[in-house]
């Protein structure tokens, strides 16, 4: 299976405080990228010895985004890469996911005129029963 997104938005902030309606206006918002995407394939074999083995993996892209609403700083884009193994049996599914391999330092969200980092290179596994 292949999964892709993208988004382009644009925003436009018409005023921040009633008492000065022109302070902001025509600045983006906070914490909004103009560029967003993702692609993310998987694979499961269908037959034989390995049938219910799979695996796949895809990207996340996001677009530098402004911090504060006056637009004087702006966190950088990034991308991040991520990784799946699993096995699928008709009562249980077992699988390994491995989030950001490359350890891309990343800033994900604005807070108090900076970013909050985003995690580091890391993995989790996940069992899901079926009755």
């Avoid at 405080?17 to 906070?30: I, L, R, T, V």
């Avoid at 990207?59 to 699993?86: E, I, S």
Wanted: aromatic fraction near 14%.
């Amino acid at each position: 299976m292949l999964w892709a997104n993208y988004a382009y938005t644009t925003t436009e902030l018409m005023k921040l405080s009633p008492a000065d309606p022109s302070a902001g206006k025509g600045h983006s918002a906070q914490g909004v990228p103009e560029n967003a995407g993702a692609l993310w394939t998987t694979y499961e074999i269908q037959g034989g010895t390995f049938k219910g083995f799979g695996g796949g993996g895809g990207f996340v892209y996001k677009g530098g985004v402004f911090v504060d609403t006056l637009n004087t700083q702006k966190l950088p884009q990034f991308v991040t890469g991520d990784l799946v193994v699993f096995y699928r049996t008709p009562h249980a599914d077992f699988q390994v996911n491995v989030k950001n391999v490359s350890n891309a330092t990343y800033y994900f969200a604005p807070r108090n005129a900076a970013g909050a980092p985003g995690d580091p290179v890391s993995a989790f596994a996940t069992v899901t029963l079926r009755y």
